[in-house]
């Protein structure tokens, strides 16, 4: 089993930005795609980006495209996902999520789950 505890959520004004930090443990963090979902009150799940096992390869939704960066630290064993001018509408409950393979924007395609945490940004 992959562990994922994601933390750096938090509220934060419109204009302003985050970090999201996912931990993981258990297993050879570095053999996992990483990928970030949300999802906002009364709405699915949505993917918001994804990175390669090598940090190589990168993907956004076109709705964080040049304002969000993802990225990781295999050393550390932890994914980042950098949120700058943020909208109200990027409140949501933040998760992130493993799976072997490339990356992808699918949420069924990826085996591992964290417990999210929650972003809320005022207008």
């Known amino acids: 089993q992959l562990q994922l505890v994601e933390s750096g959520g938090g509220l934060v004004q419109a204009g302003g930005s985050l970090r999201l930090s996912c931990a993981a443990s258990g297993r050879t963090f570095s053999s996992y795609a990483m990928g970030w979902f949300r999802q906002a009150p009364g709405k699915e799940r949505e993917f918001v980006a994804a990175i390669s096992w090598s940090g190589g390869s990168t993907n956004y939704a076109d709705s964080v495209k040049g304002r969000f960066t993802i990225s990781r630290d295999n050393a550390k064993n932890t994914a980042y996902l950098q949120m700058n001018n943020l909208f109200p509408e990027n409140t949501a409950v933040y998760y992130c999520?493993?799976?072997?393979?490339?990356?992808?924007?699918?949420?069924?395609?990826?085996?591992?789950w964290g417990r999210g945490t929650q972003v809320t940004v005022s207008s």
């Open positions: 999520a493993a799976r072997r393979g490339l990356p992808s924007p699918a949420e069924y395609n990826y085996d591992y």
